[in-house]
């Protein structure tokens, strides 16, 4: 009963570091998505992706990396950390609308810190 | 453009009802959300509406009027475990292969007094 499994959990960066933050679901759910949690911000979508090989843009795109190879991971890559970037990081799986429940299951979050 | 519009912060007291508003503009519409986060967790769906009319759950309902770009969020019996922020999210119809992508307002921190 794993669900949304996000690793890992806390992270600190060097400015100028690269990393990867890995997502994996086990409900072979088709869209994934990655957001970003700010104080006062709610949560902004950063990359999305509708299925295998399928990935675009969300609202704040830039600086983030992702790709989608299998159903089940769904990466997402910082490719040069900025102290911006700092933040709480989510992601998230779900049906698509119309095949069944369509909420979003999220993972527990990544804390990340760039210095 | 898109805007989802919620209070900041609301108390209540133990044992009370509250309502916890939501107004939103976006480009379409397919759907929207409410979840719970308590501080430190991960969000959790609490309950869906796409049609006008309420959604009993409980202790939870939601509210839609597609109308008015409006919906509520009412907690019966608080209790101190309620104590949380409250998400609205609005899925706009648009995008996401026309699925839809999922747009979430900054939240409500619902703080639960004795």
């Known amino acids: 009963n794993a669900g949304v499994t996000q690793t890992p959990k806390f992270q600190v960066l060097k400015t100028g570091q690269s990393m990867t933050l890995q997502c994996a679901q086990d409900?072979?759910?088709?869209?994934m998505s990655w957001y970003r949690q700010d104080p006062g911000m709610g949560l902004r979508l950063i990359h999305y992706?509708?299925?295998?090989?399928?990935?675009d843009q969300g609202e704040v795109p830039n600086g983030y990396n992702v790709s989608r190879s299998t159903t089940e991971d769904f990466p997402l890559r910082l490719l040069s950390a900025a102290p911006s970037q700092t933040s709480v990081y989510f992601c998230?799986?779900?049906?698509?609308?119309?095949?069944?429940?369509?909420?979003?299951?999220f993972g527990q979050g990544t804390r990340l810190t760039v210095v | 453009g898109q805007n989802i519009d919620q209070p900041t912060e609301m108390t209540a007291t133990e044992g009370a009802i509250v309502q916890i508003n939501c107004t939103y503009q976006?480009?379409?519409?397919?759907?929207l959300f409410w979840y719970q986060q308590h501080a430190g967790e991960a969000p959790t769906f609490l309950s869906y509406?796409?049609?006008?009319g309420l959604e009993e759950k409980g202790r939870f309902s939601s509210f839609l009027s597609r109308s008015k770009g409006y919906s509520y969020l009412l907690l019966k019996e608080l209790q101190m475990k309620d104590s949380a922020s409250y998400l609205c999210?609005?899925?706009?119809?648009?995008?996401?292969?026309?699925?839809?992508?999922?747009?979430f307002g900054q939240g409500t921190e619902l703080s639960v007094k004795p």
């Open positions: 998230a799986s779900s049906y698509p609308p119309g095949q069944g429940a369509t909420e979003a299951f």
């Open positions: 409900m072979n759910h088709e869209y």
């Open positions: 992706s509708v299925g295998a090989g399928i990935t």
């Open positions: 976006t480009s379409g519409f397919n759907g």
């Open positions: 509406n796409v049609l006008d």
């Open positions: 999210a609005v899925r706009d119809g648009r995008g996401y292969n026309q699925g839809g992508k999922l747009i």
